[in-house]
């Protein structure tokens, strides 16, 4: 009973707001974020997929367990899965292990009517990047979807920015002919290039690393240049 009062409330929801001028263009996104929906229950797919569409940011592709959403996802790259838990053959957590196992990691969030504290732990534990009951009003439940898969999102790009921008550096250390160290703060050595290497009388990264770079200054330097790393 709770289960289609809540799919009428939620046809009502799209129907209104299809039909209303609230939706503003301005909410599409040029690179529209691209969600895999699993559930086993067909019905829901098709709402949930009209209500994160209407919202003008989401491109929702949907799959009726984890053996048709495993395909999909060896075919496509999705920027977040959401998934239900409890589904015949596979549960959505097994779901989430497996693609963390195989090293996917695509923003996951579990949306279920299973609200067990217990299961929200476990996603979590395992990887989840978020949590969500998908029974309540529509408009709350997939308004708190729709941020949470933003926020997803987001967080995974800026990731992706950080570990490109880390690659670039990387890069520039390995080919540089320039002897280059890297230090904390404190001057310890954490990292340094081959042509350090050259430059120096030692042979591995490994003896370099750990030492402290005052060591590689001129006795008469090291105090201005100690000076100069404190500010």
């Known amino acids: ?51 994160l569409d209407i919202q003008g940011e989401f491109e929702v592709d949907t799959a009726s367990s984890v053996n048709e959403a495993l395909e999909k996802l060896k075919k496509t790259d999705y920027d977040a899965v959401v998934s239900d838990y409890q589904m015949p053959d596979k549960d959505g957590l ?55 898969i933003r926020l997803a999102v987001e967080r995974k790009r800026a990731e992706m920015e950080v570990w490109r921008g880390e690659e670039r550096l990387r890069a520039i250390l390995v080919s540089s002919p320039d002897a280059i160290i890297i230090s904390d703060l404190n001057g310890n050595i954490v990292d340094c290039n081959e042509a350090t290497l050259r430059l120096t009388e030692y042979s591995t990264k490994e003896e370099i690393v750990g030492k402290n770079s005052l060591e590689f200054i001129a006795e008469k330097d090291r105090e201005r240049v100690s000076k100069n790393l404190k500010e």
């Open 94 to 148: 097994e779901f989430l292990k497996e693609l963390r196992a195989k090293g996917n990691t695509v923003p996951f969030i579990v949306f279920t009517g299973k609200g067990r504290e217990e299961v929200a732990i476990e996603a979590l534990n395992l990887g989840a990047d978020g949590y969500f009951n998908k029974f309540g009003c529509p408009e709350t439940v997939y308004g708190e979807l729709a941020h949470g």
């Open 1 to 51: 009973l709770e289960l289609k009062t809540t799919r009428k409330e939620a046809f009502v929801m799209v129907e209104s707001i299809q039909s209303s001028d609230r939706i503003v263009s301005s909410a599409v996104l040029e690179h529209p974020i691209r969600v895999l929906h699993v559930d086993d229950d067909p019905s829901f797919l098709k709402v949930a997929k009209q209500c």
